[in-house]
C-alpha cells in the first residue's frame, strides 16, 4: 500500500545512538517521513502542546517513546497523551529497553499501542525499526490529524 503525504514522527529518546540508528533506517525507508527529535519527557510534552521552542511543532502522526527519560519519564508521558481528548488517538509505540513484566502490563494499561524491547544488538536493533515502518507506516491506517 503505497502512501502520498509525509508521516510526521516524534522520537522520544535520550540515547543519541538509538537516534541516529533509528533516523538513519527511516531514512532510508520507504516511507516518506520526518522525523523530529526530543530528549526527555518535559521536551516531548512541550513539543506536544506546543509550548516554548516547539511552538510551531506539527501534530505527530505517531510516537516512539523510550520509558526512561530524564525529567518525566515515559510512563508519565503515555499516561498524559492518552488522558487528553486532543492526542489520545495519536498512535504511541513503546520503545525501550524494559523487559519488565510490570513495565509491559502498565504501558499497555495506559493504552500504548504496542509495547517493543529494544535489542541490544545492532543488526536486530535496525530489524525492529524497520519492521516498525513496515507495519505501522506502510500497512496501519493512522488516524487523521483532525
Request: with cysteine.
Amino acid at each position: 500500500m503505497e502512501k502520498y503525504h509525509m508521516i510526521d514522527i516524534l522520537l522520544v529518546e535520550d540515547n543519541p545512538g538509538d537516534v541516529r540508528l533509528t533516523r538513519e533506517v527511516l531514512k532510508d525507508g520507504k516511507i516518506n517521513n520526518s522525523l523530529n527529535v526530543v530528549m526527555d519527557g518535559e521536551e516531548a510534552l512541550d513539543y506536544l502542546y506546543k509550548r516554548g521552542a516547539h511552538a510551531t511543532a506539527k501534530r505527530p502522526d505517531m510516537i516512539l517513546l523510550d520509558l526512561n527519560l530524564p525529567k518525566i519519564d515515559g510512563r508519565e508521558v503515555l499516561e498524559q497523551i492518552k488522558n487528553d481528548p486532543n492526542l489520545k488517538r495519536i498512535p504511541v509505540i513503546v520503545l525501550t529497553t524494559s523487559d519488565a513484566q510490570s513495565d509491559i502490563l502498565k504501558m499497555y494499561d495506559s493504552h500504548a499501542n504496542c509495547y517493543i524491547t529494544k535489542p541490544v544488538d545492532f543488526a536486530q536493533f535496525i530489524n525492529v525499526v524497520k519492521s516498525i515502518e513496515n507495519f505501522w507506516l506502510s500497512i496501519v491506517q493512522l488516524p487523521p490529524k483532525d
